[in-house]
């Protein structure tokens, strides 16, 4: 008996935990259901923090100034505790001499000196650095004592491809923020105002909408490339391709509010704030679009990949950043010619982070889709 009154008691505190439970409990509640999106979430975790972090734990400036000039075109040295030579309680890489040989037509050849090692040490001071843009450092999470490690291997101007891939993945997210955030206000304001009012005014915007979602994106950044001086800093070109991913990024979005907001505006607690006096912008604001929040957040989280694959694809195709900012698309474009596939394969890592980022984005935002939907299990 005293069994049977324990587990009612707790069935019971569980249906009022489930019942007084606010929107954001229940989502959580129903999105921890899914293991393949907590796995993406814990994956894009991951690559977000590398990103904010990627000063300290990458160990080379990633532009030019932090080139290897002896070590162009370098494989990747991973560490090792063992060799011919013994054990050793400290990782460490080997030494490596570079010589031009007519045999593979005075391309790099690489010696590796196994009797000479490199051991590995952590948290060394090395190339300066604002942390977050604003705390001035040196140090770095690792490095190796009289040498250079270069965990997957250097590009043609021996550039560290591993610091780059770091930053290069906080400078994508850095541009699909900006560009999220850009489309994400404009959508509420236009999809709001055309759903809230409905008539001649949703007609005039749904025209604009339609207008908007028509531009090709290839064709616009072509224009605007053209226009950009080439001697435009890079800070400037970042925020322009920021500007119109977001300016041509809205009409999904706006569609989706514009919707719900046609569909609630009849609703009582409409009409009974509309009857206090409550102005149409209050009504907005304050009634209607915190109605359905944790619908916008999920389709935030889904338009996020898109944003960074446009930014990727752009410049993948010169049209976006260029050197020396380090971003997803800019590292991608070098791995374009045929001698780098034969000889030089490292310069696609970059691709497996690239590719992860967005399948987790993916993974994450069908998560959260469906455990926004109260009746997504009922469909299953």
């Not at 008996?1 to 324990?6: E, L």
């Not at 009974?272 to 109605?291: E, W």
Request: net charge neutral; hydrophobic share 45%; glycine share 8%.
């Amino acid at each position: 008996m005293t069994d049977m009154t324990t587990d009612n008691m707790q069935d019971q505190k569980a249906k009022e935990a489930y019942f007084t439970a606010s929107q954001g409990q229940l989502i959580w509640a129903r999105f921890k259901k899914q293991r393949a999106a907590l796995i993406a979430a814990v994956i894009l975790m991951a690559l977000i923090l590398s990103g904010i972090f990627a000063p300290f734990l990458s160990p080379y400036d990633p532009t030019i100034a932090g080139r290897d000039k002896d070590y162009t075109n370098g494989a990747p040295q991973m560490p090792q505790f063992c060799d011919a030579n013994g054990c050793s309680a400290r990782p460490f890489i080997h030494a490596v001499k570079r010589e031009r040989s007519i045999k593979t037509n005075f391309r790099w050849v690489t010696t590796v000196d196994e009797d000479t090692r490199l051991y590995m040490k952590f948290f060394t001071e090395g190339d300066r650095y604002k942390l977050f843009d604003l705390i001035p450092m040196d140090t770095h999470l690792f490095g190796v004592e009289g040498g250079k490690i270069h965990l997957f291997g250097t590009d043609e101007d021996g550039q560290d491809i591993f610091s780059r891939t770091l930053h290069a993945i906080w400078t994508s997210m850095k541009v699909g923020s900006i560009g999220v955030f850009i489309a994400f206000v404009l959508a509420l304001i236009i999809g709001g105002v055309s759903g809230y009012y409905g008539g001649w005014i949703d007609g005039v915007i749904q025209m604009i909408t339609d207008a908007v979602r028509t531009v090709p994106a290839i064709p616009l950044f072509m224009a605007v490339a053209a226009f950009m001086p080439p001697e435009m800093t890079a800070e400037a070109r970042f925020f322009y391709i920021s500007l119109i991913l977001g300016f041509i990024g809205w009409p999904t979005l706006a569609r989706r509010v514009r919707t719900h907001l046609l569909t609630e505006r009849n609703q009582e607690y409409v009409l009974a704030a509309q009857l206090c006096g409550a102005k149409p912008g209050h009504v907005i604001r304050r009634h209607l679009l915190p109605s359905f929040t944790s619908y916008i957040i999920v389709d935030l989280v889904i338009s996020f990949p898109y944003m960074v694959l446009s930014e990727t694809a752009l410049s993948f195709i010169g049209l976006g950043l260029k050197d020396p900012v380090s971003s997803l698309g800019v590292m991608l474009q070098k791995a374009t010619s045929a001698d780098v596939l034969l000889n030089y394969q490292w310069y696609f890592i970059p691709v497996i982070f690239f590719i992860a980022l967005v399948m987790a984005f993916v993974f994450v935002g069908d998560g959260l889709r469906d455990a926004a939907d109260p009746y997504s299990e009922a469909k299953k």
